[in-house]
């Protein structure tokens, strides 16, 4: 028997759900509310790593492409004092794939492949037991009924509501990032800064951090502790134009100001700036179980950005998706649900409080925390 299944959101757990569903002939409806795959930036790049990202691509039958596409040099790791002292310089071995990084348009790019997505189509609600099944609003008007609904709308889930009422909070922390293009042309000393890698420096409640892309593109994160409405009044209670690319830059160089000249450079030859307050779910957000609806990655467990939502969210997609294959009857899908919930909840409930604690360090009043806890997770 054929269940009818909808997933919600194309991102990186909704395609792995989907792209293993269909390795294994099983259809499956993608609903994206983006309008096409390019319809916004990708964002930076991700490190999968070899016991969940990797696994998941091994599982969707796409680890062979994702090695070929990935980039182990950019596991390499430097960070720097303040004043532009190298503290720490790390390079992996040669064959080290623990956790190469791919950019995120390839990765987004491989998992799509002849995927039928159903682009444009924003879910705004969705109601669990109906006499028909689960039934889907859309933003159009438009409603669908199916018998199992996977929420995979990232952080802000409008399928979350079907099963808990948990929204997320503001960690204290807020990230502003900007990019460069063309470094190795346009900015050839902040290439040689960066690396192949990433590059770190934390000072006291903030820090900036530096990701070389493919392409000669480089994201640069710069995360500092601030109430949430701390834009409203900035300079002499002045409030800053967030839109304002100019008037950004400004802010945060006079929020550094002090640190490493070349360092500030990445601020100075940023171009656009994205402002993007840090929120998280509850640690071990849980639920109880609603048949017929469930959630994977961000919707289910939005955690810090420490590298481990996205490798969390494929590793649950492709899981599911194999509980799902594996379960002949009606009765069967709702229990191999229910038993992929309590796996899932264990796993990121443990990811949650790691990831949860680091963000701690890494913004932290006291800059030698951030380098304690690198020292603990580096391989060497
Ligand atoms: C700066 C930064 C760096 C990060 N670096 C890493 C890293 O190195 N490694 C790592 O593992 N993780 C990283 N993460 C975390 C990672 O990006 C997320 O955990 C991951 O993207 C979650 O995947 P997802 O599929 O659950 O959600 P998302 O990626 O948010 O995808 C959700 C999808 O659902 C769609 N959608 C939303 N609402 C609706 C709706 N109502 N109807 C239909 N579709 C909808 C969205 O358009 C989107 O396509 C980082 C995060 C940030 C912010």
Do not use: C
């Not at 839109?243 to 006079?254: I, K, P």
């Amino acid at each position: 028997m054929r269940h009818r299944i909808a997933v919600i959101g194309g991102g990186p757990a909704g395609l792995t759900f989907a792209r293993v569903l269909h390795r294994h002939d099983h259809p499956v409806t993608v609903l994206e509310r983006d309008p096409a795959p390019d319809a916004r930036p990708p964002g930076g790049m991700l490190d999968l790593h070899e016991g969940l990202g990797q696994l998941a691509m091994s599982k969707a039958g796409l680890l062979a492409e994702f090695q070929a596409l990935s980039r182990p040099e950019g596991q390499a790791m430097r960070i720097l004092d303040t004043d532009g002292t190298v503290l720490r310089d790390w390079q992996p071995r040669p064959g080290d794939l623990a956790n190469p990084e791919i950019d995120r348009g390839q990765l987004r790019d491989l998992l799509l492949g002849s995927l039928d997505v159903q682009w444009g189509r924003g879910v705004t609600e969705v109601v669990p037991q109906t006499r028909d099944g689960v039934l889907v609003h859309f933003a159009d008007g438009r409603q669908e009924t199916f018998d199992l609904v996977v929420g995979a709308d990232g952080a802000w889930s409008r399928v979350r509501p079907a099963v808990s009422s948990a929204t997320p909070h503001y960690t204290g922390i807020t990230s502003v990032e900007t990019s460069l293009d063309d470094v190795d042309t346009r900015h050839p000393d902040l290439a040689r800064l960066v690396g192949d890698g990433s590059m770190a420096v934390y000072g006291v409640n903030r820090s900036l951090v530096a990701q070389r892309n493919s392409g000669g593109h480089v994201k640069v994160y710069a995360r500092f502790r601030a109430p949430l409405d701390w834009h409203t009044n900035v300079d002499r209670h002045m409030s800053l134009d967030l839109a304002d690319v100019e008037a950004v830059r400004s802010s945060l160089l006079a929020m550094f100001d002090g640190w490493a000249a070349p360092v500030l450079d990445l601020l100075r030859h940023g171009t656009a700036f994205v402002h993007r307050p840090l929120y998280v779910l509850p640690v071990s957000h849980t639920w109880a179980h609603v048949p017929g609806v469930t959630l994977l990655g961000d919707a289910a467990h939005l955690m810090p950005p420490l590298g481990a939502g996205a490798n969390l969210a494929m590793l649950e997609g492709a899981e599911l998706a194999e509980s799902v294959v594996a379960a002949p009857g009606p009765g069967d899908l709702d229990e191999a649900v229910r038993a992929f919930e309590e796996q899932m909840w264990a796993r990121a409930g443990r990811w949650a409080e790691i990831t949860t604690a680091g963000l701690e360090r890494l913004v932290s009043p006291d800059p030698t925390e951030a380098i304690a806890r690198w020292d603990q997770v580096q391989p060497s």
